[in-house]
């Protein structure tokens, strides 16, 4: 069985702040995605990163796959409240497995 | 546009009813799933259909059962309500199986008690 596991967990910071949530498996993946979850919606698909090194950048929020395919990280600079909200790692192996998320809290 | 829509959206039921989750995508995709999320748990995949007319298990398909009525529409169906399904239920949708993008719908919220 695929896992991944995602911290932190909970996360809570002050608007302006840096930081930084990690994804990791044992398991290699042909790709990995980061969902965003709001309350009462479903996840939203932020971005996907295929490739072994590949980084990818959308607006403040920064998205690296590991070199091994084994890991991810998203940073986010300069947290805004807008960024309130689950986000969450999936990792395709043999089927899309998910993380069990990261609760983030910007406060203004 | 609606994408995949849902229904109900939430739901109480009584240990050991039966009730059927509705989904409808009108992406015209190809495979539907259907999950269940869980505080600290993720998004578990209790059954898909890669395709119209094919349906396979999940992750947690213990407990369900589904029907792919045509490409549009699949449906999720508890036969007898337990109170370890009480959980938020997501249909979603692809263009192939395990597409790279894959659209969810809003949720139902199930609590059995």
């Known amino acids: 069985t695929q896992l991944l596991e995602q911290s932190p967990q909970f996360l809570s910071i002050q608007e302006g702040e840096n930081l930084t949530v990690y994804c990791n498996s044992s398991?290699?993946?042909?790709?990995l995605q980061w969902y965003r979850q709001e309350p009462g919606e479903g996840p939203v698909l932020l971005v996907t990163v295929v490739t072994g090194g590949e980084v990818k950048k959308l607006k403040r929020l920064t998205f690296q796959f590991g070199d091994a395919r084994k890991d991810s990280s998203l940073h986010i600079t300069a947290a805004q409240p807008g960024d309130t909200g689950l986000y969450l790692c999936?990792?395709?192996?043999?089927?899309?497995?998910f993380g069990a998320g990261t609760i983030l809290r910007v406060k203004s | 546009n609606a994408g995949v829509t849902q229904t109900p959206k939430f739901q109480v039921l009584k240990t050991g009813q039966s009730m059927t989750l509705q989904c409808a995508q009108d992406?015209?995709?190809?495979?539907m799933y259907w999950y269940r999320q869980d505080p600290g748990m993720g998004l578990r995949l209790i059954y898909y259909?890669?395709?119209?007319?094919?349906?396979d298990k999940g992750e947690v398909p213990n407990g369900y059962n589904v029907s792919r009525l045509n490409k549009r529409e699949f449906s999720l169906r508890l036969e007898s309500a337990a109170p370890s399904q009480t959980s938020v239920y997501f249909c979603a949708s692809s263009w192939i199986p395990g597409g790279n993008t894959i659209y969810f719908g809003e949720g139902s919220w199930l609590t059995v008690v």
């Open positions: 259909s890669a395709s119209e007319g094919t349906t």
């Open positions: 398991s290699v993946f042909s790709s």
């Open positions: 999936a990792g395709f192996g043999n089927k899309l497995v």
């Open positions: 992406m015209n995709h190809n495979s």
